[in-house]
């Protein structure tokens, strides 16, 4: 367990539904992200929360969207997804002002 | 064209052997990170560098600012080191992130 819990860890939906994906993490952290993760592709910046604002979105399509209640949580929502957003999504965290990063264990999501 | 280069994309070694990893990048960074990926998908972070030379264990991580160069070595490999090895570029604050494509090393027994 590295500190930034990422729940579920697998997740499976059709392109109608809606579901969300949560982050989690007692680090103490006042910035938060959401990474995706393509095959054969690098990882992908998708938001940057910093103490609970949103400062990039980096054009991600609006069927994801993110919320950020506190400095120690961070939802991804989504909803009528495609297929092609299948993908690992990773949650990091980090204090701004310095260089560390903390990843989850990811959730893998299949869209049918 | 992706700012993180990193080479080799696929390297297959015995155990015991030397491993090295490159990465360059084009972009202004602050600090150069080697992350390592499980199967799983987890990522655990191996060394931040922003100069010089760093050393946990069996790894040994160096950059050259000039040159926007940085090197992972494995020094006797194990197969447990089996993993992807990713190279990833960030600056100071919450900038997020660039990544390489990962390097997929397997160390057979």
């Known amino acids: 367990e590295t500190g930034v819990t990422q729940t579920p860890r697998h997740l499976v939906m059709g392109m109608t539904n809606k579901k969300s994906l949560k982050c989690e993490q007692h680090?103490?952290?006042?910035?938060m992200y959401w990474y995706k993760q393509s095959a054969k592709k690098p990882l992908e910046l998708m938001f940057v929360?910093?103490?609970?604002?949103?400062?990039e979105n980096n054009s991600v399509p609006s069927r994801f969207s993110p919320e950020c209640p506190n400095s120690s949580h961070l939802f991804l929502h989504l909803h009528t997804l495609q297929p092609e957003d299948s993908a690992l999504y990773l949650c990091a965290s980090s204090q701004q002002g310095f260089y560390g990063y903390t990843f989850g264990s990811g959730t893998r999501l299949t869209v049918v | 064209k992706n700012e993180v280069e990193q080479s080799p994309q696929n390297l297959t070694a015995q155990e015991g052997e030397f491993i090295t990893i490159n990465c360059s990048y084009s972009?202004?960074?602050?600090?150069l990170h080697w992350l390592q990926q499980h199967p799983g998908g987890g990522i655990v972070s191996l060394f931040m560098?922003?100069?010089g030379k760093k050393k946990h264990g069996r790894l040994i991580a160096t950059i050259n600012i000039q040159e926007k160069h940085s090197s992972l070595h494995i020094t006797a490999s194990h197969p447990r080191d089996s993993a992807v090895y990713i190279c990833?570029?960030?600056?100071?604050?919450?900038?997020?992130?660039?990544f390489g494509k990962g390097t997929h090393l397997i160390i057979q027994p």
């Open positions: 560098l922003s100069s």
């Open positions: 972009v202004g960074i602050s600090a």
């Open positions: 990833a570029g960030g600056g100071r604050g919450a900038d997020g992130l660039t």
């Open positions: 929360y910093s103490l609970e604002e949103r400062v």
């Open positions: 680090l103490g952290h006042n910035a």
